[in-house]
Structures are given as structure tokens and as C-alpha cells.
């Protein structure tokens, strides 16, 4: 019983503490190559990072911050997603 009783407090005290976001360290990329002249390829490389960022930020979804443009090699780009991802909100502090 007493271990019982432990375990509970310990879970109800762990759902407590309050988790801290560092905003300028939360921003991930997700990159994909994509034909210079090819439409079709364009669309297809969008839903590929669509893809990509809804694999890393599951549930709650994600912002995308910022979206460029590189060239590559060959004649290809290189579409690059700087995300962040929304907050789970079971990790946001309980406010008493």
C-alpha cells in the first residue's frame, strides 16, 4: 500500500512541472531536391516535405518558419523548411 501510495504521488507531481521551450533552439529543417525546369517535380517535392515535417512534428502539427530556394547540382534545387513545431498541449504548465 505504501508503495502504491508513493507511485501516485510521484505521477501527480510529475504532472506538474512545468517543461521550458527555448523558442531559438526549437526550429528544425526539412529538405528535399527538386528539377530546375519540372512543375510536376516541384509539387512532388512539397508534398515530400509535407510529408517529412508531419513524421517529426506528429500530433499537434507544426509552423513553418521560413522556406528557401537553393541551387544544386545538375541543374536541380534544393527546397529547404525551417520548422517549429506546435506545443503538445499536455506539456503546457497547469496554472493554479
Not at 506538474?16 to 531559438?24: E, G, S
Request: charge should be neutral.
Amino acid at each position: 500500500m505504501k508503495t502504491w501510495l508513493v507511485l501516485a504521488v510521484a505521477a501527480l507531481v510529475a504532472g506538474c512541472v512545468p517543461v521550458d521551450r527555448d523558442p531559438a533552439r526549437d526550429v528544425i529543417g526539412v529538405s528535399a531536391a527538386v528539377d530546375n525546369a519540372n512543375d510536376a517535380a516541384h509539387a512532388a517535392a512539397q508534398k515530400l516535405l509535407v510529408w517529412k515535417a508531419n513524421q517529426i512534428c506528429t500530433v499537434p502539427g507544426y509552423d513553418r518558419q521560413k522556406q528557401d530556394v537553393e541551387p544544386a547540382e545538375d541543374k536541380q534545387k534544393i527546397l529547404d523548411w525551417e520548422l517549429r513545431c506546435r506545443p503538445y498541449t499536455a506539456m503546457t504548465p497547469v496554472r493554479f
